[in-house]
């Protein structure tokens, strides 16, 4: 059996879809001089599945992100994640620098309605999640980069959000941290009952982490193939077939047709 | 004979080696106190200097001796205890207006594009608009009275404050912005929460620069507008003047100088405190 079949592309048609994208495009810049970032993409992503979208910069991947967690508004076409709630976890962690630890989460909490006397306890449980209870009160500029991007994680998680959309969350650390990375996202995926949309230009990465991987093409950007890693978890980035898959996608990435002008 | 071909390294022990000299907190002070304290002694050198030389004679240019025979005896005559407090209430009371006023104002230009179009600019031309310019209108307004006092230092001060929020809010970075209002940090809430405090070391850097505009535009105030049976550091500052009186006059130079370089470190150290906090400042390399 094949560790990476193509599927056909996007399932429109499949019941109750998480996210559903209907001919999404964003258009950029001013009358005269536009750069169409998305092309007419349609992508569905099933309940609880984990998606990545493979690419080259320029390919509107991070776009189509930000429109999905209401950054940015589309151009035509629409999103629909049917009132769940999103959250969304950028390269930087991005913590807020006057916090600490504890005090980020706390935010986020307090941002999402949570009781006062009840979050203490929530922080504690997230903390655990992404085992940092020991360094609770320390601030941010104090930590390692792993060590912020796994506060970020906990402070989106803070929301209860279903969906989860991960925008290279894991480019700027090294691989020893990312891979700690990955089995954590992966364990908290399983545990929460996440749906993951995870933007990567790492094909290995994708291969590592994915249900199902989006390759998506630049000028404009569009979808270009949908594939299915049917390798059986638990993986790791060192697994021969991992990498087979890897090279398989990256393959699918590089053999993309330049548009015709 | 192998004990002279394999030596073994002997290291010193770790306690030895590693031994850190324990700084004591009386060294700490003096080596932050003694490069200021430095550069009075040579300040009072180079004056005694210009005195010795008989550049001016003594009763226009005191040496410093007798200015601080000035400044000893003043600090026991109740008389200056009272001026002092008079201008240091009206510095709070100006202060305190121009940092409410200020604030408002900047927030109110951060929000709304409209008000900055409108008066952005007026608030940087207000800023570098000289305080003492102000009084003659001041006092056309509001007679010689505390009003014309107080209205020249908000004049001078509220500007710089309400700059200081409105740089300070268009520096917080797009993408903690954008993280916020994922965590669902809308209007208000994203100016409590996450704008108002990125914006604070620029707010504080304002409040550092609106202390010493106020307390400019205050002893500008009291040396022209002069309430009688209210004397004030300003005011005795013009009837030393008129008594010829040099030391007593340089005294309170003294004075001035001393109180506004303390309030200065006040928000200094508090911004120094904030910045550490967030892990900003100089890099020593």
């Given at each position: 059996?094949?560790?990476?079949?193509?599927?056909?592309?996007?399932?429109?048609?499949?019941?109750?879809?998480?996210?559903?994208?209907?001919?999404?495009?964003?258009?950029?810049?001013?009358?005269?001089?536009?750069?169409?970032?998305?092309?007419?993409?349609?992508?569905?992503?099933?309940?609880?599945?984990?998606?990545?979208?493979?690419?080259?910069?320029?390919?509107?991947?991070?776009?189509?992100?930000?429109?999905?967690?209401?950054?940015?508004?589309?151009?035509?076409?629409?999103?629909?994640?049917?009132?769940?709630?999103?959250?969304?976890?950028?390269?930087?962690?991005?913590?807020?620098?006057?916090?600490?630890?504890?005090?980020?989460?706390?935010?986020?909490?307090?941002?999402?309605?949570?009781?006062?006397?009840?979050?203490?306890?929530?922080?504690?449980?997230?903390?655990?999640?992404?085992?940092?209870?020991?360094?609770?009160?320390?601030?941010?500029?104090?930590?390692?980069?792993?060590?912020?991007?796994?506060?970020?994680?906990?402070?989106?998680?803070?929301?209860?959000?279903?969906?989860?959309?991960?925008?290279?969350?894991?480019?700027?650390?090294?691989?020893?941290?990312?891979?700690?990375?990955?089995?954590?996202?992966?364990?908290?995926?399983?545990?929460?009952?996440?749906?993951?949309?995870?933007?990567?230009?790492?094909?290995?990465?994708?291969?590592?982490?994915?249900?199902?991987?989006?390759?998506?093409?630049?000028?404009?950007?569009?979808?270009?193939?949908?594939?299915?890693?049917?390798?059986?978890?638990?993986?790791?980035?060192?697994?021969?077939?991992?990498?087979?898959?890897?090279?398989?996608?990256?393959?699918?990435?590089?053999?993309?047709?330049?548009?015709?002008? | 004979?192998?004990?002279?071909?394999?030596?073994?390294?002997?290291?010193?022990?770790?306690?030895?080696?590693?031994?850190?000299?324990?700084?004591?907190?009386?060294?700490?002070?003096?080596?932050?106190?003694?490069?200021?304290?430095?550069?009075?002694?040579?300040?009072?050198?180079?004056?005694?200097?210009?005195?010795?030389?008989?550049?001016?004679?003594?009763?226009?240019?005191?040496?410093?001796?007798?200015?601080?025979?000035?400044?000893?005896?003043?600090?026991?005559?109740?008389?200056?205890?009272?001026?002092?407090?008079?201008?240091?209430?009206?510095?709070?009371?100006?202060?305190?207006?121009?940092?409410?006023?200020?604030?408002?104002?900047?927030?109110a230009v951060s929000r709304s594009r409209i008000l900055r179009s409108a008066i952005g600019s007026l608030i940087?031309?207000?800023?570098?608009?000289?305080?003492?310019?102000?009084?003659?209108?001041?006092?056309?307004?509001?007679?010689?009275?505390?009003?014309?006092?107080?209205?020249?230092?908000?004049?001078?001060?509220?500007?710089?404050?309400?700059?200081?929020?409105?740089?300070?809010?268009?520096?917080?970075?797009?993408?903690?912005?954008?993280?916020?209002?994922?965590?669902?940090?809308?209007?208000?809430?994203?100016?409590?929460?996450?704008?108002?405090?990125?914006?604070?070391?620029?707010?504080?850097?304002?409040?550092?620069?609106?202390?010493?505009?106020?307390?400019?535009?205050?002893?500008?105030?009291?040396?022209?507008?002069?309430?009688?049976?209210?004397?004030?550091?300003?005011?005795?500052?013009?009837?030393?003047?008129?008594?010829?009186?040099?030391?007593?006059?340089?005294?309170?130079?003294?004075?001035?100088?001393?109180?506004?370089?303390?309030?200065?470190?006040?928000?200094?150290?508090?911004?120094?405190?904030?910045?550490?906090?967030?892990?900003?400042?100089?890099?020593?390399?």
């Open positions: 059996m094949s560790i990476l079949k193509l599927s056909e592309p996007s399932l429109v048609a499949q019941p109750g879809p998480t996210i559903r994208i209907t001919g999404l495009t964003k258009v950029f810049g001013r009358r005269g001089q536009e750069t169409t970032a998305l092309s007419e993409v349609s992508i569905s992503v099933k309940e609880q599945e984990f998606l990545c979208i493979v690419g080259r910069s320029g390919c509107g991947k991070s776009t189509m992100l930000n429109i999905i967690a209401d950054l940015e508004t589309p151009t035509g076409g629409s999103v629909d994640v049917g009132g769940r709630k999103v959250g969304m976890m950028f390269q930087d962690a991005n913590l807020f620098p006057w916090l600490t630890v504890e005090g980020n989460i706390d935010l986020a909490l307090k941002l999402s309605g949570v009781a006062a006397e009840l979050r203490k306890d929530r922080i504690q449980e997230l903390l655990e999640t992404v085992q940092l209870a020991h360094v609770a009160t320390k601030r941010p500029h104090e930590l390692s980069g792993g060590m912020r991007q796994r506060v970020a994680l906990a402070r989106t998680l803070a929301q209860d959000c279903e969906i989860l959309l991960m925008d290279e969350p894991f480019a700027a650390l090294d691989a020893i941290t990312r891979d700690a990375m990955h089995e954590q996202t992966e364990r908290i995926w399983g545990e929460r009952a996440l749906t993951v949309v995870f933007v990567t230009h790492n094909v290995r990465e994708a291969a590592r982490l994915a249900d199902r991987v989006v390759v998506m093409k630049p000028n404009p950007g569009r979808v270009g193939s949908e594939s299915l890693i049917t390798i059986p978890r638990p993986r790791t980035m060192e697994d021969p077939r991992v990498a087979e898959a890897a090279a398989l996608l990256h393959d699918m990435l590089h053999t993309q047709e330049m548009p015709d002008d | 004979m192998t004990d002279e071909l394999v030596k073994p390294r002997v290291s010193a022990p770790l306690t030895e080696r590693g031994a850190r000299v324990e700084v004591g907190a009386g060294a700490r002070l003096w080596r932050r106190v003694w490069p200021p304290l430095m550069a009075v002694v040579i300040v009072l050198a180079l004056w005694q200097v210009v005195v010795t030389v008989g550049w001016r004679p003594i009763y226009v240019l005191p040496a410093p001796a007798a200015v601080g025979g000035a400044l000893s005896e003043m600090l026991v005559d109740p008389k200056f205890w009272s001026a002092l407090g008079t201008t240091l209430a009206r510095a709070f009371i100006g202060f305190g207006i121009s940092v409410l006023i200020g604030s408002i104002i900047g927030l940087t031309g207000l800023q570098t608009m000289p305080s003492i310019a102000w009084f003659p209108f001041a006092i056309l307004l509001f007679g010689l009275t505390e009003q014309a006092i107080t209205f020249v230092i908000v004049l001078g001060a509220a500007p710089s404050i309400a700059n200081g929020v409105v740089s300070g809010i268009d520096d917080v970075s797009p993408q903690l912005q954008r993280v916020a209002h994922v965590l669902g940090a809308r209007g208000m809430r994203m100016y409590r929460y996450v704008m108002i405090p990125a914006a604070l070391p620029s707010y504080l850097a304002g409040l550092k620069q609106g202390w010493a505009f106020a307390w400019r535009s205050l002893m500008a105030g009291e040396l022209l507008v002069i309430i009688a049976a209210r004397p004030s550091l300003g005011a005795n500052l013009q009837f030393n003047r008129e008594f010829a009186n040099a030391p007593g006059l340089l005294a309170i130079m003294i004075v001035i100088l001393v109180i506004g370089v303390m309030v200065d470190s006040v928000f200094t150290r508090i911004a120094n405190g904030v910045r550490t906090r967030r892990g900003m400042g100089v890099v020593r390399l």
